[in-house]
């Protein structure tokens, strides 16, 4: 045993107790080999390890051994206050934590009954930042993944113009990717003075870059040879195992939490669900994700051009509003089990609460992260083929590790 | 869209071991099951026309602590089709908390019901593949329950910082 100065003492016997496989390969046919794909590697997203079963180039079965990131959100969650949360659910899908912080700040409000009296500055506030953060997360999303089936410039050029939206977010809030900028009831702080001309400028600059991204990446032969056809998730086993998001309207469904629940103002705003129509190949195949996910940055792009109007003109920003007003001094819900769910750029992120109405402190908060559900579809869809494939797949899962592991 | 006293009665005609009771503090609405009928239910739940809860959303694990002495499962189904939510809560003891796996009928059960064996030790019965997911596979003890304490050494690693 070390003692109480020492942290770790290194002993030859700890490297042979490593994590063990599911697979044993004193068990396996003589063709057959396990090789050890990640934690640390680039096209694994993170800290993702998979173990892959191989017939020479090709996949027999795939383990995913998860949670290399886990940072206990759920036990945090159930020793702090319902304000006190938030910073550890921008925690959870760090590269989009506006689109978490709205679900759970709405999941609080509505066990609060506080939801109606949100002003409607506020509401279109936070779906404003909240598209613009979609933005920058498909942004990563069809750029790495670009990076990872060999095409370099489209991350580059991606990398870029997502840091035009990082400083807008930056300058609103004060932190580049963790924002703890909506609140319970409201907001940290109104939009600073000029943000609506410079998102005006920025989506007038993003539309041709979007033109280019698309001749470049997504109608490049390259591309297309490397997609279409691969990874081909059909609908009924995408809603068996729980798949949202760009993942399954991909496969076909026009499924959006925001039209179908209808949540905060987006009734009130007009955009499309783009699906998969199998354009390049079958319906459901990675180039219909990405596609998917390039057409949901033109219709966030819509929402936010009516935000504006309406922060410019019925909403406009007045001396005596303040987003805190309304911000509930004591946060105690009533005893109850509550499940609130929104559209993330992954998919649907829910949030489970149980309050149990003496204290300020969440006696269960589950998160139902849709990342990790959209992980568990790989070993059903990555059977079979090659292992270039593979990491094809992996890539248009999007999946992020702080959200998987949490 | 299938009112609550549609969904309750269906219930009620799949169940042949204990009457589901209403969960009144669920939102959205629910039963309250006996734990030898979730496999009939999920079925009729899922497969029956009126219904068609084809999503099973989230599965929840609630430890209610070593005074109360019961452990919770918590299923918030969602159908896609009829745009309904309902929730199934099954009450198990701490002794002996063992549930049937509702992995045959959804398959995204399958990694819930794993997380939930990691953090709270619920046994799945019949889980095809029932290992440890987010903590490592020789972690003592299962973290999320109400009187859980750590181990002092993980691999001579000191686990308080």
Request: contains cysteine; negative net charge; hydrophobic residues 40%.
């Amino acid at each position: 045993m070390p003692t109480d100065g020492v942290q770790y003492i290194s002993k030859p016997g700890n490297l042979f107790r490593s994590v063990p496989n599911k697979f044993d390969a004193a068990n396996l046919r003589s063709e057959e080999m396990i090789i050890n794909l990640g934690p640390q590697h680039p096209s694994t997203h993170g800290v993702l390890r998979l173990e892959v079963l191989m017939d020479g180039e090709i996949v027999k079965e795939v383990v995913p051994h998860i949670g290399y990131l886990h940072r206990c959100f759920e036990k945090h969650a159930e020793n702090l206050p319902y304000n006190q949360v938030i910073p550890f659910v921008d925690r959870l899908d760090y590269v989009s934590s506006m689109n978490s912080e709205h679900a759970y700040a709405m999941g609080v409000e509505r066990m609060l009954g506080i939801e109606h009296q949100i002003p409607k500055r506020v509401e279109y506030i936070r779906v404003l930042v909240a598209e613009l953060n979609r933005i920058a997360s498909h942004f990563i999303a069809i750029g790495t993944y670009g990076m990872d089936i060999g095409a370099f410039t489209p991350f580059f050029w991606l990398m870029r113009d997502r840091e035009h939206i990082l400083r807008l977010l930056e300058w609103a809030s004060g932190a580049r990717l963790l924002y703890n900028y909506i609140w319970i009831g409201g907001l940290f702080y109104d939009l600073p003075v000029g943000f609506e001309d410079r998102c005006r400028e920025f989506v007038h600059y993003i539309k041709p870059k979007l033109q280019e991204l698309e001749t470049i990446l997504i109608d490049n032969k390259i591309f297309i040879g490397r997609t279409a056809n691969v990874g081909v998730l059909p609908l009924e086993l995408a809603i068996n195992c729980g798949v949202t998001g760009p993942m399954l309207r991909g496969s076909g469904l026009r499924f959006d939490l925001r039209r179908v629940d209808g949540y905060s103002v987006y009734p009130e705003l007009d955009f499309e669900v783009p699906v998969g129509e199998g354009k390049m190949g079958t319906v459901g195949d990675c180039w219909d994700r990405t596609s998917v996910r390039v057409l949901e940055i033109h219709q966030s792009l819509r929402i936010i051009d009516q935000c504006l109007d309406k922060l410019t003109g019925e909403y406009i920003r007045t001396r005596d509003f303040d987003p805190q007003a309304l911000i509930p001094k004591k946060i105690r819900p009533s005893a109850q089990d509550f499940y609130v769910r929104a559209e993330i750029p992954k998919g649907e992120l829910g949030f489970f609460f149980r309050a149990d109405g003496t204290s300020d402190v969440p006696f269960r908060c589950k998160c139902r992260s849709c990342s990790f559900v959209n992980l568990s579809v790989l070993p059903e869809i990555a059977k079979g083929i090659l292992i270039a494939d593979l990491i094809a797949i992996i890539g248009s899962i999007d999946v992020v590790m702080g959200e998987v592991d949490r | 869209m299938a009112s609550f006293e549609q969904i309750l009665s269906i219930v009620k005609d799949s169940c042949s071991y204990a009457e589901p009771k209403v969960d009144e503090r669920a939102t959205p609405k629910g039963v309250i099951l006996s734990r030898e009928d979730i496999i009939p239910v999920a079925r009729a739940m899922q497969q029956n026309p009126l219904l068609y809860f084809d999503m099973l959303s989230c599965i929840t694990g609630i430890d209610n602590g070593p005074e109360a002495r019961t452990m919770e499962v918590v299923y918030n189904l969602y159908s896609i089709p009829f745009n309904h939510h309902s929730t199934i809560r099954i009450i198990l003891s701490r002794d002996n908390p063992e549930v049937e796996s509702v992995s045959g009928v959804w398959k995204t059960a399958d990694w819930h019901e794993r997380e939930i064996f990691d953090m709270y030790g619920v046994v799945f019965i019949n889980h095809p593949d029932l290992r440890r997911i987010l903590m490592p596979a020789d972690w003592e003890g299962h973290p999320l329950r109400k009187d859980y304490t750590h181990q002092e050494y993980y691999r001579d690693i000191k686990v308080k910082y």
